[in-house]
């Protein structure tokens, strides 16, 4: 067989790693963004660019500062010790911690944009009905958003998946417990098996064209049944 145990477990730690930082970050990000495309604040443009900041930020600093933080001297890292707890820094919550705030723009910004999409009216016809603000976000605005939920998460996924600056410097490169397939593949490109790294590496090219593919194509369908 061409990949080897700790290849396959290589993917089920990026799979695992990818699943719970969408789920994360659809359950944070989500009145994040509804909160950003409802408020007339003067100053949300600073948080805004809080969030889009990992597009632009190499992700070796990121992960940099990640590792200082989370580590056994650093802020968060101090206060696991402190009730007995080990630090996040080399373990797979470290991982998802950093590709959380890694992928944020990535969720947050298809949401904030389909939650500003679905507009006033709704929303106000729905309030005439008596509707209270939480109904009128359960069963108004997230089902009008579904297409930003749908890309959001393919796409949030899709991310996670091919981090590598990231999880390197937070995680490291422990076989089995935080190296995913981008350190692997890596791995295999250094030790000159380039089979190994065609296989992972094809796989993952083919799985992200078929997120892409998704997305596209339901997009397309909303787009049709909303004319």
Do not use: C
């Not at 890292?77 to 009730?83: A, E, H, P, R």
């Not at 990231?166 to 981008?182: A, D, K, R, Y």
């Not at 030790?191 to 790294?197: F, G, I, N, Q, T």
């Amino acid at each position: 067989m061409i990949l080897s145990k700790p290849d396959f477990m290589a993917l089920a730690i990026t799979f695992k790693l990818a699943g719970v930082t969408t789920l994360t970050l659809l359950l944070f990000g989500t009145p994040l963004a509804w909160w950003l495309s409802r408020t007339r604040w003067r100053f949300k443009f600073l948080l805004e660019a809080v969030v889009a900041l990992p597009l632009v930020l190499p992700p070796t600093v990121l992960g940099f500062y990640l590792l200082v933080t989370l580590g056994p001297h650093g802020l968060i890292g101090s206060i696991f010790q402190f009730f007995g707890g080990n630090p996040p820094a080399f373990t797979f919550t470290g991982l998802v911690i950093g590709s959380v705030l890694y992928s944020l723009p990535f969720v947050v910004q298809p949401l904030q944009n389909a939650f500003t999409a679905v507009g006033n009216r709704s929303l106000e016809v729905a309030a005439t009905l008596r509707a209270s603000p939480v109904d009128r976000f359960f069963t108004v605005a997230i089902p009008l958003a579904r297409p930003g939920f749908i890309t959001a998460a393919v796409l949030g996924f899709a991310h996670t998946l091919g981090e590598f600056g990231v999880v390197l410097m937070i995680g490291g490169n422990i076989p089995g417990n935080t190296q995913v397939l981008s350190i692997a593949i890596y791995d295999h490109v250094e030790m000159l098996e380039y089979s190994h790294a065609h296989w992972l590496s094809g796989g993952l090219l083919l799985l992200s064209f078929s997120m892409m593919l998704t997305v596209y194509a339901l997009n397309r369908r909303f787009r049709v049944v909303q004319l």
